[in-house]
């Protein structure tokens, strides 16, 4: 079964990936069913498949399964992404070539899924950790900080809500490193964010902003940890 899956997903690599050149993606977007390079595009991962399933033409309807649904699924997001929504139809149509393959597997290798496994009390602790480290932290984050207010408004060289994913991201980094037991990585991280936030510290001219981009990095670090070492404990129990 491993087998089986991991040849369909190099495949689809292969084709989706490492050869779809950006000339192609630029004249199927113009040209929509009428480009060429819509028809050369299913045709490398025909030959994906085929060379990676060594040419077992028993699985001919599981290959052409893929093929059709993956041309299908590609002309629907051609006709149907603007400049609005591309991004959100890049994961949808890779999400849905995903889920053609993992139903191809589970015809060839059929599967279930325990719901007791996944409604085990680890795998709820873990998903607990994460909204905690995600949208809970960042709630109260944000409001801990309202009680102050800095003088100057976000540049508009600065990107949306960056800061906010930011913080998200150290934080699960943080929680990870601690599962894994690497805290040598934690410090690793707070010298790399330091680096990267040196020209906001060094502001002479406005020692709020440092005090306040310190308060927050402390903050944020120290919820992690917390965190973290509340889950290490929890899942040995």
């Known amino acids: 079964m491993l087998a089986f899956t991991l040849k369909l997903l190099i495949a689809h690599i292969i084709g989706d990936f490492v050869l779809q050149p950006n000339t192609w993606i630029s004249e199927k977007k113009r040209k929509k069913h009428k480009s ?95 909204l905690m480290l995600t949208s809970v932290t960042s709630v109260v984050i944000k409001t801990l900080m309202s009680k102050w207010q800095l003088d100057e408004d976000q540049p508009k060289s600065a990107l949306k809500n960056a800061g906010a994913f930011i913080g998200i991201l150290e934080r699960l980094f943080i929680f990870l490193f601690i599962v894994l037991g690497h805290w040598s990585a934690i410090g690793f991280l707070i010298t790399a964010k330091s680096v990267f936030r040196f020209g906001d510290l060094s502001r002479a001219k406005d020692r709020k902003l440092t005090e306040y981009i310190l308060i927050g990095t402390l903050l944020s670090f120290l919820i992690a940890i917390v965190i973290g070492l509340g889950y290490k404990y929890l899942i040995t129990i």
């Not at 390079?37 to 399964?65: E, G, N, Q, R």
């Not at 699924?73 to 139809?89: F, P, T, W």
């Not at 890049?90 to 889920?99: P, R």
Request: charged share 15%.
């Open 36 to 130: 060429k390079y819509l028809y050369y595009h299913i045709l490398v991962h025909t030959i994906a498949l085929l060379l990676l399933l060594k040419l077992d033409f028993s699985l001919w309807p599981y290959i052409l399964m893929i093929l059709l649904s993956h041309f299908v699924i590609d002309l629907a997001k051609l006709y149907l992404q603007n400049s609005k929504n591309e991004r959100r139809l890049f994961f949808i149509d890779q999400g849905l070539h995903l889920s053609v393959i993992g139903l191809v597997v589970d015809l060839n290798f059929p599967f279930s899924i325990g719901f007791d496994n996944i409604f085990s009390g680890n795998f709820l602790l873990t998903l607990l950790s994460i």
